[in-house]
């Protein structure tokens, strides 16, 4: 789970495209990843995006020019 404090409008696009469930927790709100819902959507991305995080790579591949 993520905590987000403050909100803010990319929230609402994230919880509005059913992504992300959203709940208050005491004075926290607290958001989950849907994860069959992102994965339906955009099969393997998030498997791809974690994978890459664990190698600890910070090159996205992706030239900037």
Do not use: C, I, Y
């Amino acid at each position: 789970m993520l905590g987000l404090g403050g909100g803010g409008d990319h929230s609402v696009h994230r919880t509005g495209a059913g992504l992300v469930e959203q709940r208050d927790q005491g004075p926290k709100r607290v958001n989950r990843l849907r994860r069959d819902e992102f994965e339906a959507r955009f099969p393997g991305l998030l498997d791809l995006l974690l994978r890459a995080d664990d190698t600890g790579s910070a090159d996205s591949g992706v030239s900037a020019g």
